[in-house]
């Protein structure tokens, strides 16, 4: 076969493989970001719930608690009681004050233990970060009040999870039963369940005076993130199909030249016998195969493009670009395969 009779289908891997290339180069940056902004809208702190109890209403209890924690909707929750100042028991009134938040529910579920064990009732776990600040080498001893009157023994050390960053300044302790609690931490198990979760949180809380209760919630943040995402994916679908219509125009064009260049070559498999729907099979199964190689060509390139500047293309989002420019040539292959296909041969043949 002669480099003229293979230029089309060089052609059409060269417009396939631009085709790719551009749609990842472009549209790919905005899934990956798409991706990555829903990726970190699943993180715990981007689904955490926080109901505070300002006044003291005694709503976030214990009965409330476990309620909430019976959700379906909810992945974790615990309550902080009122937090109060203690000092190194060893230094007395005149140490570094830092607070202590009484928990209600289970610890792990709030830090995770370094050293030692968890508390009961009347003991505390201190934030590792603050050994040093109370001129403690290890997690032993005790904090006390600052009027010295209480005690609480040390029973270990612990680092925050990311959801509850705020309590490396301090220490925590076992809540007893009766304890009420002052703030509610929940994390929804998905940033798409957060408004009828928040609903329900609050059905179950039933404070009696709403001036004191403050209420932070995920729901703005998930409602932003969802416009976004709606904007990114209106755009890049605009953008995508430009790029196949032209891709497509493209390759329609040189699939007809080659009808047009080849018909007598065509003709004769019509004399020998092909019937049309065989020839329409010939002609556009030949453009699909050599579009399958550009595609494969232009994917693997956009995608390692994205990768030198930091972007990794979803697998998914570069497998449909590839199949939607495959089938963009295949199909506008049709027409021209079609125009073959009705060719007179016997006229084909007789024109010089």
Same mark, same amino acid.
């Given at each position: 076969?002669?480099?003229?009779?293979?230029?089309?289908?060089?052609?059409?891997?060269?417009?396939?493989?631009?085709?790719?290339?551009?749609?990842?180069?472009?549209?790919?940056?905005?899934?990956?970001? =798409?991706?990555?902004?829903?990726?970190?809208?699943?993180?715990?702190?981007?689904?955490?719930?926080?109901?505070?109890?300002?006044?003291?209403?005694?709503?976030?209890?214990?009965?409330?608690?476990?309620?909430?924690?019976?959700?379906?909707?909810?992945?974790?929750?615990?309550?902080?009681?009122?937090?109060?100042?203690?000092?190194?028991?060893?230094?007395?009134?005149?140490?570094?004050?830092?607070?202590?938040?009484?928990?209600?529910?289970?610890?792990?579920?709030?830090?995770?233990?370094?050293?030692?064990?968890?508390?009961?009732?009347?003991?505390?776990?201190?934030?590792?970060?603050?050994?040093?600040?109370?001129?403690?080498?290890?997690?032993?001893?005790?904090?006390?009040?600052?009027?010295?009157?209480?005690?609480?023994?040390?029973?270990?050390?612990?680092?925050?999870?990311?959801?509850?960053?705020?309590?490396?300044?301090?220490?925590?302790?076992?809540?007893?039963?009766?304890?009420?609690?002052?703030?509610?931490?929940?994390?929804?198990?998905?940033?798409?369940?957060?408004?009828?979760?928040?609903?329900?949180?609050?059905?179950?809380? =039933?404070?009696?005076?709403?001036?004191?209760?403050?209420?932070?919630?995920?729901?703005?943040?998930?409602?932003?993130?969802?416009?976004?995402?709606?904007?990114?994916?209106?755009?890049?679908?605009?953008?995508?199909?430009?790029?196949?219509?032209?891709?497509?125009?493209?390759?329609?064009?040189?699939?007809?030249?080659?009808?047009?260049?080849?018909?007598?070559?065509?003709?004769?498999?019509?004399?020998?016998?092909?019937?049309?729907?065989?020839?329409?099979?010939?002609?556009?199964?030949?453009?699909?195969?050599?579009?399958?190689?550009?595609?494969?060509?232009?994917?693997?390139?956009?995608?390692?493009?994205?990768?030198?500047?930091?972007?990794?293309?979803?697998?998914?989002?570069?497998?449909?670009?590839?199949?939607?420019?495959?089938?963009?040539?295949?199909?506008?292959?049709?027409?021209?395969?079609?125009?073959?296909?009705?060719?007179?041969?016997?006229?084909?043949?007789?024109?010089?």
């Amino acid at each position: 076969m002669t480099w003229a009779a293979k230029l089309p289908s060089l052609l059409i891997v060269v417009v396939v493989a631009a085709m790719c290339f551009t749609s990842l180069a472009t549209i790919g940056r905005s899934a990956a970001a =798409a991706a990555e902004v829903a990726h970190r809208l699943e993180q715990a702190g981007a689904r955490k719930l926080t109901v505070v109890d300002a006044k003291s209403l005694g709503f976030i209890n214990t009965r409330t608690l476990s309620t909430i924690q019976g959700m379906s909707t909810i992945e974790q929750a615990n309550a902080l009681g009122a937090p109060f100042d203690v000092v190194n028991g060893a230094v007395g009134p005149g140490g570094v004050r830092i607070p202590v938040w009484p928990v209600l529910g289970d610890i792990a579920d709030v830090v995770a233990t370094v050293r030692g064990r968890l508390p009961q009732p009347g003991e505390v776990l201190i934030s590792s970060a603050l050994l040093s600040t109370l001129n403690l080498a290890e997690p032993v001893g005790y904090l006390e009040t600052a009027d010295g009157l209480t005690q609480y023994p040390i029973v270990g050390s612990f680092t925050p999870t990311d959801s509850n960053a705020d309590l490396a300044a301090g220490a925590l302790m076992a809540a007893t039963p009766d304890q009420p609690g002052r703030e509610l931490r929940a994390v929804i198990n998905s940033i798409t369940t957060t408004r009828p979760t928040v609903s329900a949180v609050m059905a179950v809380l =039933a404070p009696s005076d709403q001036q004191g209760v403050y209420v932070e919630s995920p729901a703005t943040l998930a409602e932003t993130a969802r416009d976004l995402n709606n904007q990114l994916a209106d755009a890049g679908r605009t953008l995508l199909l430009l790029i196949l219509a032209i891709g497509g125009l493209f390759v329609a064009a040189v699939v007809l030249t080659d009808v047009l260049v080849h018909r007598r070559d065509l003709g004769r498999r019509r004399t020998l016998g092909i019937t049309r729907p065989d020839l329409i099979t010939l002609v556009a199964g030949r453009a699909t195969i050599t579009a399958t190689i550009g595609a494969i060509l232009g994917c693997t390139a956009g995608a390692v493009y994205n990768l030198t500047i930091g972007i990794a293309t979803p697998i998914a989002f570069t497998i449909a670009v590839g199949t939607l420019a495959v089938l963009t040539a295949a199909l506008v292959a049709l027409a021209p395969a079609a125009f073959a296909a009705r060719l007179d041969p016997v006229t084909v043949m007789r024109t010089p």
